[in-house]
């Protein structure tokens, strides 16, 4: 045997984490400038990059040395810490998945995803599909190839979602999403039979400067700390994480809409406090990180939408809003703004949704991905598919591809299976509220003081500081009990029969 | 020997080029982030990829199969075209440096410059030199060895001269100094006993929204292609390229200053012009990038102080600049304007200083420098020498480090040997507008315009085509016969001489 003690070992393994940790974290530096700051013609230069520095990440991944490593841990594990113990197991199952994956598709799908969000940012500026269809075609070829890899006894797709959280299948999301869809359909029915909520006065002029301002007092209120979390703009606002000192999140402003930056900062904002509220020992290993998307959605969805959307968080903003914007809000008291900025509509644009009919488009994305890895549904039809889907489930008519297909990072990043995350991270959230008003009684009472601090700690005590150390279904269960869609579901009954009172 | 063709040899020789090219890009994107939106608490992490990856580059620039390429290469240079020949001689030198380098010196300097600019940053902005002298020390130290490493038959500071400009010395800047002195010292006397200009207007309310805008404005009329090199915003202007169609270039607002980020974005944008400039075929190659800081200088400094602070230009852009601020300058006209930017008045900051007094401060940089190298100055006693030598060479109180010895980056960013570039290439810059005035004619014609395209043509053909293929001291004979600093004092006392009808 090649280690001489444990103790080798465990260096080797600990030397090899930091060694992968600084590539992610060079290469996450270099996507994060080529979506804030770099100049467009900067991408062929940052291919070459991506391609050498991907080359000697997925190298340091396979190398055979890993499996003795791993082989003589695996051995040795009852004198492991359970943290080191963990860090194996992740090890183990990543290099299983990188062995099936010839590097040569690890690397050229890398180059592959570079060149598809320059193409895709152009395209959708453009409302030109066919621009980036041939990219979103080699993305579907590759993710098909790679569920394969990851676990060929899975249907392709059910790979694909068990990535993102681990477990996941289609059985489970048609359920799912078949018990969201017979509460919320007839929901928004109700609704809109109802007299309209008027949300006018949020598309009015807000200029982006005092916007800007606006979002570093939202961080303010949130408890982010910027002196380890930063703010940027991009076309599509994300969070992204290098450790727990130094996590970015970005929004995109619109000069006629005050919400749409408003409520992604909190969102992102939400996955920030998530990656800032995990332990130091976690940095530079595997165990960095949200643990899964649906535990990350979980927590950015609850910021945005319980608490952000919530009566008691507007009474607590309110006075500080119509100080930013005096003019725009001069008619508007705070009722007024809380019904505005929870109006249920059916839209175009899943980030601008509304709570209730936001699980419908992520529906939508759900059933066309399904097709796409199945086979039965072609790249050039998406377009069409989208449109019919849209009109299906939220009787409304997409005018463009640019409002329609192309409005999503998600694809040209090379991500299928992310979006069913959306809607279980909110049903997640639903319930952790279940749980922390049994442990802290009536949490919206400091919330409405402008005191998040309380609901921060109990998520960070009961969530954030495990980054990725319990894995997503046992930590929810661990905290939550049993996985249950109803709490989701009652949850958005009550606030939109109150709210409308149907 | 291990080649099997001259072909074979030359391939390992691009991928190697291409491989450190992606680890500089990296770092270099990492430090561009550091500098402009990474939160403070980042360093940490920032630090320790950055280890690694500089671990990464040394051991790929010291790898002992380097040694056999180059011997191959060397064997064979008859058969390389000029190009790659001229690679094979950066390699070999760069070896030459690298190997005399102790792996752990090189990247425990690494190490410290990113430390040391975290600290320098506050430092600065609290006053506190204390707080970074420990630093300095160590950087003074780290930089006499590896002079000692570079050229141990060389003094230690011409040693490090050599770096930024080959074949600079000492000797040749006490002369070039003196040659600057004997006519600037008169010219600031005779100015001081002149009627004073008055440019009181620049330092009226200029809002950083607006100034924004203008430094959009400044990069067209430069022609810099936006899609090719990108503007934001640091506490101390820079530019950084990692290919000729990735320039990056920084300025900084002051709501009371109008001329500091104007002629900081001409500066930046005149060395973002020299890469820009460059064939396509050095990207990505030991020529990859402008030749030496001193050729570099000439090129920003030319565009900031010879074009940009020129009649014919201010002809051209003012009744723009009256558009950006139209009340600010309700009472301005061109020629107090080119007046205004052109006052030449000893003063406390290099970066702020007129094109007269400049070379002055680049002057008390470079005594302290060569001090410090030789050890004859202590690192604690740089404030006072710092006082002393500003009083002695341009008559003004330092009334604080922060305005002081703080002010400049290059330490804390590990150079020393940088700060005579600054001068020569202004004088190099002075010889160059001769140069091109017996090749085109009076090129201010055209400047009057707003047209530099000319300018550009002239110096992308002769200058910035080349990369660093062609050696600085032959690349400036070539186009402009034997360098003279009397170009650069005659330039001078006409234009001040005039200015001031002394």
Redesign the interface.
């Known amino acids: 045997m090649k280690y001489e003690s444990v103790q080798q070992a465990v260096e080797a393994l600990k030397k090899l984490e930091?060694?992968l940790?600084?590539y992610s974290?060079?290469?996450g530096?270099?996507n994060?400038?080529a979506a804030?700051?770099?100049?467009?013609?900067?991408y062929?230069?940052?291919g070459?990059?991506m391609e050498?520095?991907s080359q000697?990440t997925y190298d340091l991944s396979t190398d055979p040395q890993n499996d003795e490593l791993v082989a003589y841990l695996m051995d040795h594990a009852q004198e492991l810490d359970p943290q080191t113990k963990r860090e194996v197991e992740v090890l183990k199952k990543d290099m299983e998945h990188l062995h099936r994956i010839p590097a040569e598709e690890y690397v050229g799908f890398g180059v592959l995803i570079n060149d598809a969000q320059n193409v895709w940012h152009k395209a959708k500026n453009e409302d030109d599909f066919d621009a980036f269809a041939p990219y979103l075609e080699k993305i579907v070829d590759y993710n098909r190839k790679f569920a394969g890899y990851y676990n060929p006894e899975l249907p392709a797709y059910d790979s694909l979602l068990n990535e993102y959280e681990e477990g996941l299948t289609m059985k489970t999301l048609d359920a799912f999403f078949g018990q969201l869809r017979d509460v919320i359909v007839p929901l928004i029915a109700k609704i809109q039979a109802a007299p309209q909520i008027d949300d006018s006065f949020l598309h009015r002029h807000y200029p982006l400067?005092t916007q800007r301002k606006f979002s570093d007092y939202l961080m303010e209120v949130m408890g982010l700390?910027?002196?380890?979390?930063?703010i940027?703009e991009t076309e599509h606002p994300f969070t992204d994480n290098?450790?727990n000192?130094?996590?970015?999140i970005t929004t995109h402003y619109f000069e006629d809409n005050l919400v749409s930056s408003m409520y992604s900062v909190i969102h992102e904002g939400g996955h920030a406090l998530y990656e800032l509220g995990a332990d130091d020992c976690y940095?530079?290993t595997f165990l960095a990180g949200g643990v899964s998307m649906g535990i990350h959605e979980s927590q950015s969805r609850f910021y945005e939408n319980i608490i952000g959307r919530s009566r008691a968080f507007v009474h607590a903003i309110f006075p500080k809003v119509k100080e930013f914007f005096p003019e725009q809000l001069a008619d508007v008291d705070e009722e007024m703004f809380y019904r505005g900025i929870n109006k249920a509509e059916p839209s175009l644009i899943r980030t601008e949704a509304d709570e209730l009919t936001y699980c419908l488009h992520v529906m939508v994305r759900y059933e066309i991905e399904k097709q796409l890895i199945a086979g039965t549904l072609a790249v050039r039809d998406v377009p069409q598919e989208w449109k019919r889907l849209y009109k299906e489930y939220l009787g409304v008519d997409v005018p463009n591809d640019k409002e329609g297909c192309l409005q999503d990072s998600h694809w040209s990043g090379g991500s299928i299976g992310y979006f069913p995350s959306y809607a279980l991270g909110s049903a997640y959230g639903a319930q952790m509220l279940h749980q922390m008003e049994k442990d802290l009684g009536d949490v919206f009472q400091k919330v409405s003081q402008g005191d998040l601090s309380q609901i921060t700690q109990w998520l960070r005590e009961h969530i954030h500081r495990y980054a990725s150390f319990r894995k997503p279904g046992e930590l929810f269960r661990s905290v939550c009990g049993e996985f249950d869609a109803k709490y989701y579901t009652d949850y958005l009954t009550e606030k939109y029969t109150e709210l409308y009172q149907l």
């Open positions: 930091r060694t940790a600084a974290h060079a290469m530096v270099l994060l400038d804030t700051a770099a100049p467009s013609e900067s062929e230069g940052r070459r990059t050498i520095l000697v400067e700390d910027r002196s380890r979390c930063a940027a290098y450790n000192k130094d996590v970015r940095n530079y």
